[in-house]
């Protein structure tokens, strides 16, 4: 496969505080890749810094053969790459319609009639109900919340799609519909998936492979039957601890 990112030699620093050093990363086209790691080692930043909200001391991250740190136009990222938040950040005064649109009127000169008509197949994509386009955040439900923050996400089309911890909040339930949902949309629209999570079933059920954040590094990207064999203390507790082992044995 291609590498569709690419990131060299990457180094972060939050005032004194290393984050990240000399890390190494490849990302295949049309692959799931998990993010994963304790506290503090820097996962979520990582996300970040490959979507221009945070900065490294140093390094390069091509995406797309773009050195996206040194961008002419910074909004070319923002067309190519879709971004689900944790807590779906959509805008409380807008309706999930209108946030979806947003980014169609931002970075497109499409008619408002064409807009809608997206609108409407991104709701559909999603498995929201057509209603649900006229409703506020805050009449939705967290399964509902997630769907339409990720709708907002596919609306450019990207080629490739961020999600920080897209489960987190929902019951079992949801979650599982959550996962099943981020696989068909991998297969019928050839993304390439970035996640950051914690939830073991998503590992499971979700990813092609598993990149450990740990040491400052990125010190192991496997599939997971190959991580649980993969000797980090870290690796060991977080896969053979009781949850883990329900994992494995389910």
Known sequence: MNNIIEIRQLSTHFGEQLIHENLDLDIQQGEVLALIGGSGTGKSTLLREMILLETPVSGSIRILDHDILNLDDPLWLRRHCGVMFQNGALFGSLTVAENIALPLQE????????????????I??????????????????????????LARAL???????????????????GAADLDNLI???????????????????????????????????VIAVQPLDELLEFGHEWVQSYFHGVRGERLISS
């Open 155 to 173: 609306a450019l089309d990207p080629q490739i799609l961020f999600l920080d911890e897209p489960t987190a909040g929902l019951d079992p339930i």
């Open 183 to 217: 696989v068909d949309l991998k297969q019928l629209l050839g993304l390439t998936i970035v996640i950051v999570t914690h939830d073991l079933d998503s590992l499971k059920q979700v990813t092609d492979r598993i990149a450990v954040l740990a040491d400052k590094q």
């Open 107 to 122: 970075h497109t000169k499409l008619s408002d009639k064409l807009i809608a008509e997206i609108v409407a197949l991104k």
């Open 124 to 149: 559909e994509l999603v498995k929201l109900p057509k209603q649900a386009g006229q409703l506020y955040p805050n009449q939705l439900s967290g399964g509902m919340v997630k769907r339409a923050a």
